[in-house]
């Protein structure tokens, strides 16, 4: 079982090799994802139309290369093939935001919209890769989270 | 007259030339209220619900972000996932469209309006 904490100053990320490639297989299930502008990934700013636009045009591009930025570093630390891997706080931030980003995904493909999902889950749902993705992405984003904790 | 006389070199701490005649002020009529005020009102930055994100997760960007402490940051998130959304900053437009795209950078759901 993946195990994270901090350790001198940084976090560590403990999976084995069996975990690390199912890691990967999920990054890949979900990054490369033709529904990555499922309902949770777009950022309206403004409501005018106008504005929304603008803001749009000019953070878009910037927005598209932080996110594809924080999924390589991901599958860079995954791709090293070592069982620990040792990030500085901002690799972890990249981490946390790429792990969101991917449940986001998870959670437009399994057509979640309100609060509560859990408790209401149909069997096509419950059998779902996607159910098994969202809930790995985020015990993982837990503990990196923990371990930030005391850098805050 | 007691002390020094004024220096016609040196400068007052209006930026006047002591010892120098000026000209008496003219009054001018106050500027219209123009873009550039209208610009400078603060607008709030708002934070939306969704389903799927921790809610750890949106403390943290809270904390980061904005350096708000740990019983702020969860006051903020609790309020947007009871209420649907919370003003977590009132700033000028063109800082709340920062920090609104932060958030973004982050996969939160966050716009601004007007204060």
């Known amino acids: 079982m993946a195990r994270v904490r901090r350790y001198l100053g940084r976090v560590e990320i403990w999976l084995d090799k069996r975990e690390r490639a199912a890691l990967i297989d999920t990054v890949e299930a979900l990054a490369e994802s033709p529904d990555a502008s499922g309902p949770w990934l777009t950022h309206r700013a403004y409501e005018d139309p106008g504005l929304d636009r603008e803001y749009q045009r000019l953070t878009g591009p910037e927005l598209a290369v932080l996110h594809e930025a924080d999924l390589a570093a991901v599958r860079e630390d995954l791709q090293r093939g070592h069982d620990r891997c040792r990030v500085d706080d901002e690799r972890a931030l990249a981490w946390l935001r790429a792990l969101n980003r991917l449940r986001l995904v998870a959670g437009g493909r399994l057509g979640i919209t309100e609060d509560g999902w859990e408790d209401t889950l149909g069997p096509q749902v419950a059998a779902a890769d996607e159910l098994a993705m969202l809930s790995d992405l985020g015990w993982l984003q837990e503990g990196i989270l923990h371990a930030l904790e005391p850098s805050l | ?115």
């Open chain 2, 1 to 115: 007259m007691c002390g020094a006389s004024p220096d016609a070199s040196a400068e007052g701490r209006l930026g006047y030339p002591l010892g120098v005649p000026v000209e008496s002020p003219v009054r001018r009529e106050a500027p219209a209220r123009d873009a550039t005020t209208v610009r400078d009102l603060p607008w709030n930055v708002v934070v939306w619900n969704d389903p799927v994100t921790l809610m750890t997760y949106v403390v943290l960007v809270f904390r980061r972000l904005f350096g708000y402490n740990q019983e702020t940051a969860t006051r903020l998130m609790l309020q947007v996932h009871n209420e649907g959304r919370a003003v977590v900053a009132t700033q000028p437009r063109e800082q709340a469209e920062v920090s609104v795209t932060r958030l973004h950078a982050f996969g939160l759901q966050a716009t601004l309006a007007k204060g």
